[in-house]
């Protein structure tokens, strides 16, 4: 078997929720340092990204490090809470000069902790750059800003990656940067080699990608500097656990990622909302490793051939013979090594 | 022109929000003798919606009811709150049959105060009743559930009516009454006259109905006991201000409960996360009484003749004759009426 | 090892298509009979679902007999053609009396057809049964048109069944009898016994249903006469192979149908535009085994434990457990066998 | 009120249609010359674009020229058919080298006919191009097939312009040019300055654009090269009138164009399955008229005073001014020019 990959969550996936109806949240509120804590108990997790300002967080950044110390885990990224009440109507993109400096200033002062805790990249999620009706902005001008906005950050900041997290809507109804080719547009017009990609699989299903056809667009743009996994219905960004329903979609997302000798990190954006945060971790990371199994099993030489020709049914027939098999080779793996 | 319909408002339209993202909230807390002076502000509410247990409130009910009379405000419902914390794996089809007792009990409550109140009905949003993901439940049981629950709920006050507001999705994955008519089966085997539909204009129009077909099936089973109208953009429950992008279904729509002679509130149910509510409210009722004013000048009699030969193009000819004047029609009215 | 289902399929199956732009077809015609000898050519298939009248077919009944007698097929179902150009404004929903009334002819010779045959019921779908545009149709008419069609033609027919397909929608932009709710409410409507529902899957996850759920739906009703699978992505009724996206979906479907003792036909309905039919066939039907082999593996007792809490994650384990080994177990099962 | 746009239609929206149900057609064949002359009759077109091969045509190339010319018209465009039986698992990207070079040889005759006739454009619709399931192809290789097969089309005819019209899926589940950024970005691939993007409304609109922010997009790209207009329900390529549904994002549509001053024809491609294809062109034209004319009665200083601070009330207000006052307005200027 080939060897495993490094696993990663978003911290908030050990958080708890609230949402426009619950507004008392899905449970107790739970610390950072619990939910580094949980992040830990998963027991695969090797790294995590971290949301910054740290929410209702009353201690100091060594008693951060030290509890990602204690429990093994490594920040691999920071990503700055530019959708909060203050950015409401966009951050690099809002209306407002003052609140885009604001905006600005809180992504260089997270761009800095980043580099202090030695992330590979600042996420950037952009979820309340955009707009919500018909003739409410000026479509020219708002991506301008979005791209000089851009610019101006990641210019600063030659020695940090950025990744921009597309995503079709949520919380705006239209966000500025809603699929791979429009974000490979707005960074070809930054112009900076230190801008990617994280493609997150559900935002790119619902958005009506193929997961695996976007990650080899931005892996051939030389711009997938990393990617989230879930899983959704299909209409919204549920952020399901992995391998809920769309299994054969997810494995083909995998594949691709080998196929190009992708490395990077497994990670997952998961909101168990009504869920134990650390099991749904679990049961996510269970379905992964069956799905690494599965790679190491597939006949690629049988499936290039019949991709050659486009033949889906001889496709689907070699995918299905690893894919329906990798829970019982799993299982058997343990046994052998047990 | 015909008399005015009446028109009301969730009084939630007059709050700030929070979703999962801007859990800080898209403004300060708005409370809710605030909210009700600002339904008053609009000028054209008479009524009002009103949530129940009154969120973060100290004040007694007699605040409530002296706050109504000053905006010349009747609460024409109360919808109880059972979709938040307590209920996040549903109510009265919780798994727990202590949660189930729990959330009878505060809607018997809620009963009891729309009694008080004067309220028309009780409105019953079962938003967390249902599934996430598959094979999460026994889709007989939770179906018994929910019918049982109705019944004795219902069923215990015959003296005041009730209504199921449906919608497919939101904050679960599925909700147990997604559309008119599976909202009808359950009435029909619950069998007490006193429950009946609330028909959420948004909700219809993205789960994948026509409203006003939705509209004619309650009205024939005689349980169209309440409306409320928005918009979205057919993907998701976006709660726009009305007659932002739907215009004419929305006109569809109240030619049909016109033609039914359906004398009811139109009702918002608009969440202005980045507007002001005050301007949200009176800018869909312009739009309003411009489609009341369409309604007048609608050849009804020619549209009747295009309907009984299918003829597409002849009505929406009609109908854009009227549509498309309506607000040259309002302006030259007022100034008449100046 | 439980028994096998019946397999069964539409004869359209080993038809070719047109559609609006490859106006002349994916491939050269099929005829009848060489349809009715790719069916038998799959080898697993043993009842099939005949078109009526028999396209572009200039033999007897006796030769459409003798074809199915030797690839050992029989008629399931006959399927009247009430879609053609004769019926682009609907069947028994036309706007005129004289069409409806030529659409009730083709019913009942269609009907008398199947009884020679010895099906199991007549398929009634209305795909041009609806309506395209708003203001379109008087919804409460075209409603009355089809309840009162429907008793005419299955009132007249005590002896044999009739099953309704419903569907969201195409070729209509709306058809009048969507999703499993409305079309038991116009079943109970017609009052009559030998009329249920043909519920598709695909038809079913496309138009915002979970499928297990509307399966359970219909067989609490006693009306869930026969079924057809295949799948989609969820916005269109693809009809690609089963088991191409939704595996966990469909794994649900007939978890459903077992628990329930439903025991019709595994029918299906896929059209293969692009492959060979045969082969399309044999993968969903390979695909449907490895299903059945995991229903016989899943451990139910486990599994209904953990729906009565809603345990979505302890629900996806068992499921991934036997779903994710059911080609290993096949193939093993095969082995032994040889 | 200034001057009117150039319009003009597919001339396929003359034709009657087949689908995968009615395959023997929503109505007898129309001849080639007898659309014409059906465009002829609409009143109000200048320009058409033709398919080719002309379907079902035995009549030479002066007829067709003679038939444009007594009716005034001009071929806009002309649109390869590389989407029927031979091509139905691709054009360019086909997986047979000698489909490709057949799809080459057909695009590069077309080419040449759309010289000779003097048109604007040749139309590349990529249909058949893409994929219908998850590991059919390697979305790398597809890809450069598709780029490299451009390259080598619009290279070789430097003196005319070709258009890519993008469309999400249909007939294929997935086109290989689903929206305009990914097609600008094989556009800039291509590197070609005659190669640009045919924008269809509700192509975008259905495929999660803002159609106003993809021609803005393709507009500062230099690409905007031509457009299509129709409607639908946004979930699939309905083709319906204009001003059927998506009447304020119509008008934001124009809006966007006229603010860039962008003055290419007002092209209409609608299938008028059920309805009379001359009246269904005169219904569209009628609200593009009244369209116009609300354009130039738009308070345009205050619509970009109000999309500065981004205040999507005060927008909606200006535009539902103007809208909802169109068909008033152009009923009393036909009553002047009277």
Not at 149 to 155: A, K, M, P
Not at 264 to 277: H, N
């Amino acid at each position: 078997m080939s060897e495993m990959p490094v696993f990663g969550a978003g911290i908030w996936h050990f958080a708890t929720y609230k949402d426009r109806y619950a507004t008392d949240g899905y449970g107790p509120p739970v610390g950072l340092l619990e939910q580094i804590d949980k992040a830990g108990a998963v027991g695969d997790l090797s790294v995590v990204d971290l949301n910054w300002p740290f929410a209702d967080f009353g201690g100091s950044l060594d008693d951060v490090k030290a509890a990602l110390e204690r429990n093994q885990l490594r920040a691999v990224a920071i990503t700055p809470e530019i959708y909060n009440r203050d950015y409401v109507k966009g951050s690099i993109t809002n209306p407002d000069p003052a609140v885009r400096a604001q905006a600005l200033k809180l992504l260089n002062e997270a761009t800095e902790l980043a580099k202090e805790l030695g992330c590979d990249y600042v996420k950037l999620w952009f979820g309340q750059d955009g707009w919500d009706y018909p003739f409410q902005v000026d479509y020219h001008d708002i991506w301008k800003l979005a791209v000089d906005g851009l610019r101006e950050l990641v210019g600063a900041h030659p020695e940090i990656k950025f990744v921009i997290e597309y995503k079709p809507r949520e919380p705006r109804n239209k966000i500025i940067f809603p699929n791979a080719a429009r974000t490979l547009i707005a960074i070809q017009q930054v112009g900076l080699d230190n801008l990617g990609i994280l493609l997150d699989f559900g935002h790119s299903i619902y958005g009506l990608e193929t997961p695996a056809d976007a990650a080899q667009l931005c892996i051939d743009a030389g711009r997938l500097f990393a990617i989230d996994v879930n899983d959704n219905f299909r209409g919204w960004d549920d952020d399901m656990v992995v391998g809920s329903v769309h299994l054969v979609e997810t494995f083909e997302f995998f594949y691709t990622l080998r196929k190009n000798n992708w490395d990077g990190v497994w990670q997952l954006d998961q909101f168990p909302f009504r869920e134990d945060s650390v099991e749904a971790a679990k049961a996510a990371i269970r379905f992964l490793k069956a799905l690494h199994g599965a790679l190491d099993a597939l006949d690629e030489q049988a499936l290039r051939e019949a991709q050659a020709s486009h033949d889906a049914l001889a496709a689907q027939r070699l995918v299905q013979d690893v894919l329906l098999s990798s829970m019982a080779r799993m299982t058997e793996s343990q046994d052998v090594n047990a």
